[in-house]
Nanobody
Framework: QVQLVESGGGLVQAGGSLRLSCAAS????????VGWFRQVPGKKRELVATISWSGANYYVTNSVRGRFTISRDNAKNTVYLQMNSLKPEDTAVYYCAAEIDSQLGLTHYLNEADFGSWGQGTQVTVSS
């Protein structure tokens, strides 16, 4: 397992931008698929984006496609979520998660149960 720490959350006005970072410790991080999830009170954790170990493949859910971008820098053991044109409905606690990349494709990493390592979360609040 790896240890994950998210940062970069905060309060922003609608239309603004934030960049979340997920910093990892552990030698296996560069071999991991990393996902960003978000959760609002009373709802299930929702997948936002995933990225393969190399960064060559990524997935972004429909509701944020065109506004959010996922990327990674394995030399820095960090994955980023760039969030632009933020909307009030993007308000949530954002979590990053990691799991060793089986190289079977990102379709195998769509659910919480597919990831074994989690960060503590960072709050993103978008005001209207």
């Amino acid at each position: 397992q790896v240890q994950l720490v998210e940062s970069g959350g905060g309060l922003v006005q609608a239309g603004g931008s934030l960049r979340l970072s997920c910093a990892a410790s552990g030698r296996t991080f560069s071999r991991c698929v990393v996902g960003w999830f978000r959760q609002v009170p009373g709802k299930k954790r929702e997948l936002v984006a995933t990225i393969s170990w190399s960064g060559a493949n990524y997935y972004v859910t429909n509701s944020v496609r065109g506004r959010f971008t996922i990327s990674r820098d394995n030399a820095k053991n960090t994955v980023y979520l760039q969030m632009n044109s933020l909307k009030p409905e993007d308000t949530a606690v954002y979590y990053c998660a990691a799991e060793i990349d089986s190289q079977l494709g990102l379709t195998h990493y769509l659910n919480e149960a597919d990831f074994g390592s989690w960060g503590q979360g960072t709050q993103v609040t978008v005001s209207s």
